[in-house]
Nanobody, 116 residues
Framework: QVQLVESGGGLVQPGGSLRLSCVASGNIDHPLAMAWYRQAPGNQRELVASISVGGPTDYGDSVKGRFTNSRDGAKNTVDLQMNSLKPEDTAVYYC??????????WGQGTQVTVSS
């Protein structure tokens, strides 16, 4: 069993910043990557940022230059620093952990609302 717990969501004005955090616990034996996805009402879930173990970070085109993803492998945490937020960033943000043998776990999600 793997548990992923997100925190840090909330309401912010356009142009503002938020920092999301995700802590993974449980059976984390062979991690491959930790990532953030988001899903807005009526939309499909989309990749925000993904960081591979020992590898680079990939970002969705809409957040490049504004969001920064960082991972602490020893603590099994991943943080997403979101700057210059826009109303279109409003969504539920989900933490994801991929491991060998096809293991793919999700957090419960945290709401981010960008509105004046």
């Amino acid at each position: 069993q793997v548990q992923l717990v997100e925190s840090g969501g909330g309401l912010v004005q356009p142009g503002g910043s938020l920092r999301l955090s995700c802590v993974a616990s449980g059976n984390i034996d062979h991690p491959l990557a930790m990532a953030w996805y988001r899903q807005a009402p009526g939309n499909q879930r989309e990749l925000v940022a993904s960081i591979s173990v020992g590898g680079p970070t990939d970002y969705g085109d809409s957040v490049k230059g504004r969001f920064t993803n960082s991972r602490d492998g020893a603590k099994n945490t991943v943080d997403l620093q979101m700057n210059s937020l826009k109303p279109e960033d409003t969504a539920v943000y989900y933490c994801n952990l991929k491991q060998l043998m096809g293991a793919n776990d999700w957090g419960q999600g945290t709401q981010v609302t960008v509105s004046s």
